[in-house]
């Protein structure tokens, strides 16, 4: 029995002589790329950078809004004010990990995404368990110590050898990848941005951590909250305008 189907309407297929070929893999850079233009649109900068004009409401909404700020602060101040009015290690350090468990529920019962409030359970846990080890509610403030130094390593590395992290995510950002390292004045804006944040993690050091070898819990707990979310969102808007300078806004979307 012959086939009737014509040839031309038949699939292609390596006995005719039309190999499609194998399918294309990404590259080592394009996925790179792929990667970094969603971590930066995830990010409290991709939230302003992706949108119009920066509003109280954009920038809060790239904070994680509201209900994000309070679950980042919230533990912190629970505990400081708990120790300072009880001077009782363990009561304070069991009050911010059961308000942590408490977050994680809500976001869990309202079928929400629990990752942020969960990242935060685990930080407060290892906070809680290095300062319940040591008994000095300082240690509650140790490994924010360490990830402000790692940041600040991070960044200023990258700085230095001409990869600037802050280029990076907005470069893949902007859909410029990294066409900006060949744009002299780009490349001095978002070394100089990067370098602003290098700056916010050693200023927390340099201000924290005599508070803390000194013991001052009370001092060293205010400070953290003070120059926690309020200096992130002043670097936030100071970064926005760095990136706008250098990419300004098409002029179709002006008029729009």
Not at 40 to 52: F, H
Not at 73 to 83: D, S
Not at 133 to 159: E, K, M, N, T
Not at 209 to 230: C, E, K
Request: hydrophobic letters at 50%; charged letters at 15%.
């Amino acid at each position: 029995m012959t086939d009737s189907t014509p040839s031309s309407e038949r699939p292609d297929s390596p006995e005719d002589g039309h190999d499609p070929g194998p399918a294309t893999t990404p590259t080592f850079s394009e996925s790179l790329a792929a990667g970094m233009a969603s971590a930066a649109r995830r990010s409290g900068l991709g939230g302003v950078a992706d949108g119009e004009p920066l509003t109280g409401h954009a920038l809060l909404a790239s904070m994680g809004g509201v209900r994000g700020i309070v679950e980042a602060v919230l533990p912190g101040l629970v505990f400081l004010t708990v120790y300072t009015f009880t001077r009782e290690l363990v009561v304070s350090l069991i009050a911010p990990v059961v308000l942590g468990l408490v977050l994680a529920g809500i976001r869990l019962a309202q079928k929400q995404s629990a990752v942020q409030a969960l990242g935060g359970l685990v930080g407060i846990a290892v906070c809680a368990v290095l300062a319940l080890i040591s008994g000095r509610a300082q240690d509650y403030y140790v490994p924010g110590f360490w990830i402000d130094a790692a940041y600040l390593v991070g960044f200023v590395i990258s700085a230095v050898v001409g990869w600037p992290i802050i280029g990076l995510a907005v470069g893949f950002l902007m859909g410029d990848g990294v066409a900006w390292r060949h744009d002299r004045s780009k490349r001095r804006v978002l070394v100089w941005a990067t370098l602003a944040w290098a700056g916010l993690f050693a200023l927390r050091l340099v201000v924290q951590l005599p508070l803390y070898l000194a013991g001052n819990v009370d001092a060293l707990g205010a400070t953290r909250l003070i120059m926690g979310v309020p200096l992130y969102g002043l670097l936030l808007v100071l970064t926005w305008l760095m990136v706008r300078s250098i990419y300004p806004r098409p002029a179709s979307v002006d008029a729009a």
